[in-house]
Nanobody
Framework: QVQLVESGGGLVQAGGSLRLSCAASGVRFVINTMAWYRQAPGRQRELVAGITLGGSVNYADSVKGRFTISSDNAKNTVYLQMNSLKPEDTAVYYC????????????WGQGTQVTVSS
């Protein structure tokens, strides 16, 4: 059974930094992409950053230059370094794993709360 365990969320002042981690266990397939999404109250879940098996990355415009996604493929772990945090970054952050084979479902973590105070 695939499990995604997120850690690293918390409360931080504006301008501060946090590092999120997501470790996937029970993986018996090739992972195509790992990504971070976030959902703020009253808003839809949105992509924050993603990284492919080959190392290609993409970011939401709102976090470019402040957030960095990285991964350790051997450990099936993805990280999100968040710098210069803003109150509008406050949300629940979710880890997402997308298999290479489209017949295998996408997996989600349980979410970790990030709160940025002004």
């Amino acid at each position: 059974q695939v499990q995604l365990v997120e850690s690293g969320g918390g409360l931080v002042q504006a301008g501060g930094s946090l590092r999120l981690s997501c470790a996937a266990s029970g993986v018996r397939f090739v992972i195509n992409t790992m990504a971070w999404y976030r959902q703020a109250p009253g808003r839809q879940r949105e992509l924050v950053a993603g990284i492919t098996l080959g190392g290609s990355v993409n970011y939401a415009d709102s976090v470019k230059g402040r957030f960095t996604i990285s991964s350790d493929n051997a450990k099936n772990t993805v990280y999100l370094q968040m710098n210069s945090l803003k109150p509008e970054d406050t949300a629940v952050y979710y880890c997402n794993v997308r298999p290479l084979l489209p017949t295998i479902p996408t997996y989600w973590g349980q979410g970790t709360q990030v709160t940025v105070s002004s």
